[in-house]
């Protein structure tokens, strides 16, 4: 069974930063996409970046776009997730998830997820 583990959430104050982990138990990460998503209180789920195996492509959200940052160390079976200038909208429990293959926006899409960290940003 493959298990994800997701830390590194926190409170912190509008402005600040905060990095995400994302570490994986039971096999590697090779040839396996990898995606965070959030949600906040009473929404969806919501993508927020993904960065393909080889680490040569990554997307992100119009909404996190030049301020996260999302990158992966595969002999440590870990990804990444650099959070700067947060602002309170960023609050949501943030999960990571993978997949076989190309990355993808969709949550449908994506096979095994994390129990989810919380991010809370306070203005």
């Known amino acids: 069974q493959v298990q994800l583990v997701e830390s590194g959430g926190g409170l912190m104050q509008a402005g600040g930063s905060l990095r995400l982990s994302c570490a994986a138990s039971e096999r590697a990460f090779s040839n396996y996409a990898i995606a965070w998503f959030r949600q906040a209180p009473g929404k969806e789920r919501d993508f927020v970046a993904a960065?393909?195996?080889?680490?040569?492509?990554?997307y992100y959200a119009d909404s996190v776009k030049g301020r996260f940052t999302i990158s992966r160390d595969n002999a440590q079976n870990t990804v990444y997730l650099q959070m700067d200038s947060l602002k309170p909208e960023d609050t949501a429990v943030y999960y990571c998830a993978d997949r076989y293959g190309m990355g993808s926006v969709t949550v449908d899409d994506y096979d095994y997820w994390g129990q989810g960290t919380q991010v809370t940003v306070s203005s």
């Open positions: 960065i393909a195996w080889s680490a040569a492509s990554t």
